[in-house]
Antibody
C-alpha cells in the first residue's frame, strides 16, 4: 500500500534552516508528483511547492521568496523540503502529499504523510 | 494568484440532516478538457487531510456516497446528504488549476 513517512519533529532557531524528508513506498516513486503543504497551529492549509520526481522539475509559492527548495533522491524514493531563514511564523506542521498519476488530469492528493512539526523559537 | 473563499466558515450540524458548503474561486477553474480543477478535503481533528472529491465532482475511493461535489467555473458546492458524527472536522476546497495551488480558509463542521 502507498505510504509516505516523514521525518521527525524539529526545533530550530530563527535564521536557521530545516530540511524535512518524505519517504515513499508502495508505488513507483517517479510516476507521481510530491507536494508540500503546511499548517500553522490552529490555522488553515497552505501550499508550498511540488516536485516531479521523474524530471526533478519544481514549482513553489512565490510567497516564500526563494526560501523553499524541494528536491528528491530517486535512489531512496525520498522527497525533501528545505526552508531557510526560518522565522517564528514558520512554526507549523509540514505535510508531504502524493498527487495522482501525472498522466491523469488535475492535481489531487489521495495520500498524505503524517506531518512534521517544525518549531522555530529562540 | 487564484484566491479561494468558502462559506460558511462555521457550520453546526444535526446528525441525519443535510449540510452544504460553498466554495468560490477568483477565476474559472474549468479547463479546456472539460474538467474543473477543484478538489475537496476533510481534515479530522488531529489527522492529516483526506481527499473527498477531485475534479469538482468525482468522489475519491473509499468516500461514502453521502458526499457529493458539484459546480463549475468559479462556484462549487460540497454536499453531505445526511451528516454523521464522524463527519466533523474542517473542510477545505483547493484550486488545482495552476501553481500556486490554493486552499480555501476552511469550514469547520461540528455537531450541534
Amino acid at each position: 500500500q502507498v505510504q509516505l513517512v516523514q521525518s521527525g519533529a524539529e526545533v530550530k532557531k530563527p535564521g536557521a534552516s530545516v530540511k524535512v524528508s518524505c519517504k515513499a513506498s508502495g508505488y513507483s516513486f517517479t510516476g507521481y508528483s510530491i507536494h508540500w503543504v503546511r499548517q500553522a497551529l490552529g490555522q488553515g492549509l497552505e501550499w508550498m511547492g511540488r516536485i516531479n520526481p521523474n524530471s526533478g522539475g519544481t514549482d513553489s509559492a512565490q510567497k516564500f521568496q526563494g526560501r523553499v527548495t524541494v528536491t528528491r533522491d530517486t535512489s531512496i524514493n525520498t522527497a525533501y523540503m528545505e526552508l531557510t531563514s526560518l522565522r517564528s511564523d514558520d512554526t507549523a506542521v509540514y505535510y508531504c502529499a502524493r498527487a495522482q498519476s501525472m498522466t491523469d488530469p488535475g492535481e489531487y492528493f489521495h495520500h498524505w504523510g503524517q506531518g512534521t512539526l517544525v518549531t522555530v523559537s529562540s | 494568484d487564484i484566491v479561494m473563499t468558502q462559506s460558511p466558515l462555521s457550520l453546526p450540524v444535526t446528525p441525519g440532516e443535510p449540510a452544504s458548503i460553498s466554495c468560490r474561486s477568483s477565476q474559472s477553474l474549468l479547463q479546456r478538457n472539460g474538467y474543473n480543477y477543484l478538489d475537496w478535503y476533510l481534515q479530522k481533528p488531529g489527522q492529516s487531510p483526506q481527499l473527498l472529491i477531485y475534479l469538482g465532482s468525482y468522489r475519491a475511493s473509499g468516500v461514502p456516497d453521502r458526499f457529493s461535489g458539484s459546480g463549475s467555473g468559479t462556484d462549487f458546492t460540497l454536499k453531505i446528504s445526511r451528516v454523521e458524527a464522524e463527519d466533523v472536522g474542517v473542510y477545505y476546497c483547493m484550486q488545482a488549476l495552476q501553481p500556486p495551488f490554493a486552499f480555501g480558509p476552511g469550514t469547520k463542521v461540528d455537531i450541534k
